[in-house]
């Protein structure tokens, strides 16, 4: 099996908000877990520890829930690890505040017999089928809001984690049931990445290919070819960005649950 992370931030001046990990419990199998931070604007939010801090919680929770805790479904690990990171500072911040630390979610876990997946928010998971078809697994509430009801912070902030808004990992458990869950047979999947949207922009913000060319780039060029190629996009004054920082922190996992065989064709599995 073949695991490959890599994460850069947006700028050198401030702390990297995203959150990375991977394990392979003794058991068996993988996780990766894969966390956007949302970074707040300046002012008043309520919480005094930070959205490092924050992800670094949460996204510590998810990874060992996921990996010891088989047992439960990623809609409930996810539910744990808000209420847990959230009791962590519940008595010395306003978890009420609308821009309280919060974070896009990928998580996925693997075995020998399946692949389960949860998916919050703007971060991209890509599973692609031992034939080489790549599917995208989104959650594009916040892709279907109209983009004048975005346009300023009050306007987004009516909309954060509201029906008919868009919705993210914050301090409320009951968010975790919002999430877009699935199970796909292990032997249904060759290879799988998990992006936060500052790496998903060589093909969502840039149209430098689709999700399969984007996974070739990591099979590849690895997770950190494919910053690296998402940096010099955003570098080129030729090609301004619809919406959102010129760059921002950027976070890809790439995990090779089979080798690819002869005529494209998938070999073993092997953990």
């Not at 908000?17 to 604007?41: I, N, Q, R, Y």
């Not at 929770?61 to 500072?89: F, K, N, V, Y």
């Not at 919050?120 to 892709?143: C, I």
Request: glycine share 10%.
């Amino acid at each position: 099996m073949r695991i490959d992370l890599a994460s850069a931030p947006g700028s050198p001046e401030r702390p990297n908000e995203d959150w990375l990990s991977a394990a392979m419990p003794a058991a068996g199998g993988g996780v990766l877990v894969a966390l956007d931070g949302v970074t707040p604007p300046s002012g008043e939010v309520g919480c005094t520890h930070g959205v490092p801090w924050f992800t670094a919680r949460l996204g510590g929770r998810l990874t060992e829930l996921s990996g010891s805790r088989r047992d439960m479904p990623l809609d409930r690990i996810l539910a744990e690890a808000i209420r847990d990171t959230a009791d962590a500072h519940r008595d010395t911040c306003d978890l009420s505040h609308v821009r309280t630390p919060q974070a896009t979610v990928v998580m996925v876990r693997w075995d020998e017999a399946s692949v389960e997946h949860l998916v919050l928010s703007d971060s991209v998971l890509l599973l692609e089928a031992p034939g080489g078809e790549v599917t995208p697994v989104l959650d594009d509430r916040l892709d279907r809001i109209p983009r004048e009801l975005l346009r300023t912070r009050t306007s987004a902030d009516a909309l954060r984690n509201v029906e008919g808004g868009f919705f993210t990992a914050a301090a409320d458990p009951a968010v975790a049931a919002r999430a877009v869950t699935g199970r796909t047979p292990r032997a249904g999947v060759r290879a799988l990445a998990a992006l936060t949207d500052g790496a998903s922009r060589w093909t969502d913000t840039f149209r430098e290919g689709d999700w399969a060319q984007c996974l070739e780039v990591l099979r590849k060029e690895g997770a950190q070819g494919l910053i690296g190629r998402v940096r010099t996009l955003e570098s080129d004054p030729s090609r301004p960005l619809t919406r959102g920082k010129r760059h921002d922190d950027a976070s890809a996992a790439y995990a090779e649950l089979q080798r690819s065989g002869p005529a494209g064709k998938a070999g073993p599995a092997g953990v």
